[in-house]
């Protein structure tokens, strides 16, 4: 068996342009004025700015947000391995969830769920999939929940330099975990093959 070494393949997280396309894409269906398009628009980003798996987003609570705790953070109570965490959150984001709880979720109580369902249940994985599995097809990228997040990784990796905010953005319990991100889509090396 080899041993697998380096970072994400390439179809495992989005490419610059391929995130540029896909928020040009969700912020164009949101000015359409369709509810739908802008709940879309709404849970993607916050999948790619906080690094969440889709059972985390589909977990969270309007008491999770800072809508209700007042603070730049998302609240995941019991992540993988039952691993509680705060990922931090843009401020572009904190305003674009507050807004969506007004216009969506301003009668829910707390402890209700931030995203539902046509129905008004809980949004569940299956349906969280499918919703991002289209939006892909709609704009030519074959993309699924748990790229948003590896791309939120290699985002923060080569922002930052820094694996251990890494680790606790993406709420790994190891820092081995987190170090694949280092050697995906690394700009620094991209600019040292260019220049040979």
């Given at each position: ?109 707390p402890n209700e769920p931030l995203f539902v369902s046509y129905s008004g249940k809980r949004l569940i ?72």
């Amino acid at each position: 068996m080899t041993k697998k070494r380096g970072g994400l393949e390439p179809d495992k997280y989005l490419s610059a342009q391929e995130l540029y396309k896909l928020r040009c894409y969700l912020t164009y269906r949101a000015k359409l004025g369709s509810n739908r398009a802008i709940i879309d628009r709404v849970i993607i980003e916050l999948m790619i700015v906080s690094g969440l798996r889709a059972s985390e987003v589909c977990a969270l609570n309007i008491e999770d947000t800072p809508f209700s705790h007042k603070k730049p953070v998302v609240w995941v109570r019991n992540g993988k391995g039952g691993v509680t965490h705060a990922p931090d959150i843009s401020d572009n984001l904190v305003n674009l969830l507050n807004a969506y709880i007004w216009h969506y979720r301003i009668t829910a109580r707390p402890n209700e769920p931030l995203f539902v369902s046509y129905s008004g249940k809980r949004l569940i994985y299956q349906t969280l999939y499918a919703k991002i599995r289209k939006i892909g097809q709609n704009i030519g990228i074959k993309l699924h929940p748990h790229m948003l997040r590896h791309t939120c990784g290699t985002l923060c990796y080569h922002n930052s330099k820094d694996l251990r905010f890494v680790q606790d953005q993406l709420g790994h319990s190891t820092l081995a975990m987190a170090s694949r991100y280092a050697a995906t889509n690394n700009k620094d090396r991209r600019q040292y093959i260019n220049s040979i």
